[in-house]
């Protein structure tokens, strides 16, 4: 079965540290998006990832392709990345429709 | 440049009453439209897609139909809500030529609580 999973499922910090969202799938993947929604529900894209690393101010996001593992880190956390961190993938075969993790509640605070 | 309109951001509807929300991307053409749901607890799930006019695929059955009446507008519809219908309505639509880099553009969402 084509499973997207995610932990933990919340997470809490202090202003100010590091922050490591994990992800797992359990088949080949032709990409990987991280996605940002916050309370209101809108959502945005923040990372689409086939193979290796990409960073964006203080986010870094990696895929291990052989492990069907991504990585979500902050960096110098703050109370505004207080967010859903949702990961997706489309699975290989599936054209390009998405299957969605249930997200991963993070806190920030000051 | 590319953009995505969804509406309404928030919606109550009694139980039996019919639905209709609306998503139209401007920017770009033939574009591939998705509608999710992600209802209470649990993570978004594909219920449309259309990769042209008057082309739709469902991917689970369901009390809901959708339409794609124009290049750039996907309507999602229901005759008689059901409380179960209640959740987050995200539309959104892939960017890039040849659909290769999968680059997903998402809607503002819509919350809808049936009552």
């Known amino acids: 079965k084509n499973e997207v999973e995610q932990s933990p499922q919340n997470l809490t910090a202090q202003e100010g540290e590091f922050i490591t969202i994990n992800c797992s799938y359990s088949?080949?993947?032709?990409?990987l998006h991280w996605l940002q929604q916050h309370p209101g529900g809108g959502i945005v894209s923040l990372f689409m990832?086939?193979?290796g690393k990409k960073k964006h101010g203080r986010l870094i996001a990696t895929i291990n392709i052989q492990e069907k593992h991504s990585s979500l880190h902050i960096t110098a956390s703050h109370p505004r990345d207080s967010a859903v961190y949702i990961c997706a993938v489309v699975f290989t075969g599936a054209n390009s429709k998405l299957t969605f993790g249930k997200g991963i509640t993070l806190s920030v605070r000051p | 440049s590319q953009t995505i309109h969804q509406w309404p951001a928030t919606l109550v509807q009694p139980v039996g009453s019919p639905l209709s929300l609306e998503c139209t991307v401007e920017g770009t053409s033939n574009p591939n439209l998705y509608w999710y749901r992600q209802a209470a607890g649990r993570g978004l799930q594909l219920l449309f897609y259309?990769?042209?006019?008057?082309?739709i695929s469902s991917e689970v059955p369901q009390n809901l139909s959708a339409s794609r009446p124009q290049d750039r507008q996907f309507i999602l519809s229901s005759k008689k809500l059901l409380l179960s219908d209640s959740g987050f309505y995200l539309c959104a639509w892939i960017q890039g030529q040849g659909r290769t880099n999968y680059g997903y553009t998402f809607g503002s969402g819509t919350r809808l609580t049936v009552v």
């Open positions: 990832l086939s193979s």
């Open positions: 259309s990769v042209g006019i008057g082309q």
């Open positions: 088949v080949g993947i032709s990409a």
